[in-house]
């Protein structure tokens, strides 16, 4: 069975403070990992997604770190606001063969503030 | 564009009940999926379609059934509801595989 395997549960961070969710994975074909943010009532959307040629991918105050050796990756948040408190979901995939999207049970970040 | 477009919003059953749940996207994807979403257990893979006349089972197929006559539409049938399939319903669709799946709002569904 592929698992992508994912904590924390869930994670209170302050206003300004960095966030830090981490996904490990076991299927070492996997050579797409995005990162998927979901608001209450609505569905996933895209946040930031990673391939295994690089180690670092940042999109403004969000970045993936990648270890291939390791098996995992994680998202950073940077100066969490209070608009990031949401569910957030780590996925893995491979791009050959009809591969569709294995996701991590989710982490529900709150942003105090 | 809508992107993709789920009905109902909501639907309660009765348990035996049947009823489909209806997807559209109006962006030209191959790729179209539904997965059940519960509370702590993130996104199941119900079915998938890679074109109009294929399809496939995912990781939850059970109590399912789905068609792709067209590009745009894909809709996920469910016969004899139970209450084991209480849950939020979403639609998704992508140009490939391993690229940006887009989701619908989801539709949330009641067995009683």
């Known amino acids: 069975q592929q698992q992508v395997k994912q904590s924390p549960q869930s994670l209170i961070v302050q206003k300004g403070g960095i966030s830090i969710i981490n996904c490990a994975y076991e299927?070492?074909?996997?050579?797409?990992f995005p990162w998927y943010q979901q608001f209450p009532g609505k569905g996933p959307a895209l946040l930031i997604a990673?391939?295994?040629?690089?180690s670092e991918k940042k999109e403004g105050r969000f970045t993936i770190s990648f270890n291939k050796s390791a098996k995992q990756f994680s998202l950073h948040i940077m100066d969490s606001q209070p608009g990031d408190s949401a569910t957030y979901f780590c996925?893995?995939?491979?791009?050959?063969?009809?591969?569709?999207?294995?996701f991590g049970k989710g982490t529900m970040l709150l942003v105090s503030p | 564009n809508a992107g993709v477009t789920q009905t109902p919003k909501f639907r309660i059953l009765k348990i035996g009940q049947s009823m489909t749940l209806q997807c559209a996207q109006d962006?030209?994807?191959?790729?179209m999926y539904w997965y059940r979403q519960d509370p702590g257990m993130g996104l199941k893979l119900i079915y998938y379609?890679?074109?109009?006349?294929?399809?496939d089972k995912g990781e939850v197929p059970n109590g399912y059934n789905v068609s792709r006559s067209t590009t745009e539409d894909f809709p996920l049938r469910l016969e004899l509801a139970a209450p084991s399939q209480t849950s939020v319903y979403f639609c998704?669709?992508?140009?490939?595989?391993?690229?940006?799946?887009?989701f619908g709002p989801g539709t949330r569904l009641t067995v009683l």
């Open positions: 299927n070492t074909a996997f050579d797409y």
């Open positions: 990673i391939r295994p040629d690089v």
């Open positions: 962006m030209n994807h191959n790729y």
């Open positions: 379609s890679v074109g109009a006349g294929i399809t």
């Open positions: 998704a669709s992508s140009y490939g595989e391993s690229t940006e799946q887009f």
């Open positions: 996925a893995a995939s491979m791009s050959s063969g009809y591969s569709t999207l294995t």
